[in-house]
C-alpha cells in the first residue's frame, strides 16, 4: 500500500513565523503535489514536483514556496504566515509513466491555523 | 485555465442510484478522475477515464464525453458509508509541458434511510 505521511495533522503558528510543512511517500513516485482545501473552494494546487530539484507553480503559489531535496520527500514552505493561510493543507503523490500522471495518493492533512 | 462544475450538494435515498455530473472546460485535456473524501479525511482514488464511455468498477461507474466536456459518476445500491463528498479532477497538460491536475470544488452527498 501506498504510505503518504505527513509532518503534523495539526499547527498552530503565529502571523509573520516561517512554516515548514513535510511531506514523506514510500512508493518512489516521481510527481508529489501540495493542495489547499477550503470550504467552498475545494482542492486547490499550490505547487508540483516531477523530479528531485524540479517544481512547478499551481494554480495559487503565492505566498508559499517548495523544496524538494530527495525524492520521498517534498516540503511547503510559507515564508511569512498569514491568517489568510488559515487552511488544510494535503500532500498527494503519484506515478509518471512517460509524461502521464496517474492517481493520486493523498496523505492524512495538516490543518494549519496562523493567528 | 481550467473549469470544473459540478453539484455542490445532493440527497438521495439508501438502496437507490445516484448519478453526480461533471463538466468542465479546459485546453490540453487529458483524462478525468473521481475521488471519495469522507468528512475529516484524505480524499482516495475511484475511477479514472480517458477514453470516452463508461467505467464500471463494482457498485460504481464513471462515464466520459470528451466532445461535451462532461462525465458523471453512478453509484448503485447506496449505502450510508457512501455519504461523503466526491470530488472530479481533471488532468491537463501544464505549461511546463508536464501534466497537472486540477479538482473541481466536491459535491456532498448525504445518504438517508
Known amino acids: 500500500d501506498v504510505k503518504v505521511t505527513q509532518s503534523s495533522r495539526y499547527l498552530v503558528k503565529r502571523t509573520g513565523e516561517k512554516v515548514f510543512l513535510e511531506c514523506v511517500q514510500d512508493m518512489d513516485h516521481e510527481n508529489m503535489f501540495w493542495y489547499r482545501q477550503d470550504p467552498g473552494l475545494g482542492l486547490r494546487l499550490i505547487y508540483f514536483s516531477y523530479d528531485v530539484k524540479m517544481k512547478e507553480k499551481g494554480d495559487i503559489p503565492e505566498g508559499y514556496s517548495v523544496s524538494r531535496e530527495k525524492k520521498e520527500r517534498f516540503s511547503l514552505i510559507l515564508e511569512s504566515a498569514s491568517t489568510n493561510q488559515t487552511s488544510m493543507y494535503l500532500c498527494?503523490?503519484?506515478?509518471?509513466?512517460?509524461?502521464?500522471?496517474?492517481?493520486?495518493?493523498f496523505g492524512p492533512g495538516t490543518r494549519l491555523t496562523v493567528t | 485555465g481550467q473549469n470544473i462544475d459540478q453539484p455542490t450538494e445532493m440527497t438521495a435515498t439508501e438502496g437507490a442510484i445516484v448519478q453526480i455530473n461533471c463538466t468542465y472546460q479546459t485546453s490540453g485535456f487529458n483524462g478525468l478522475f473521481w475521488y471519495q473524501q469522507h468528512a475529516g479525511e484524505a480524499p482516495t482514488f475511484l475511477s479514472y477515464n480517458v477514453l470516452d464511455g463508461l467505467e464500471e468498477k463494482g457498485r460504481f461507474s464513471s462515464f466520459l464525453s470528451r466532445s461535451k466536456g462532461y462525465s458523471y459518476l453512478l453509484l448503485k445500491e447506496l449505502q450510508m458509508k457512501d455519504s461523503a463528498s466526491y470530488l472530479c479532477?481533471?488532468?491537463?497538460?501544464?505549461?511546463?509541458?508536464?501534466?497537472?491536475?486540477?479538482f473541481g470544488i466536491g459535491t456532498k452527498l448525504q445518504v438517508i434511510p
Open positions: 479532477a481533471v488532468r491537463v497538460l501544464s505549461s511546463g509541458g508536464y501534466q497537472k491536475v486540477t
Open positions: 498527494a503523490s503519484s506515478a509518471l509513466r512517460g509524461q502521464i500522471a496517474y492517481e493520486q495518493y
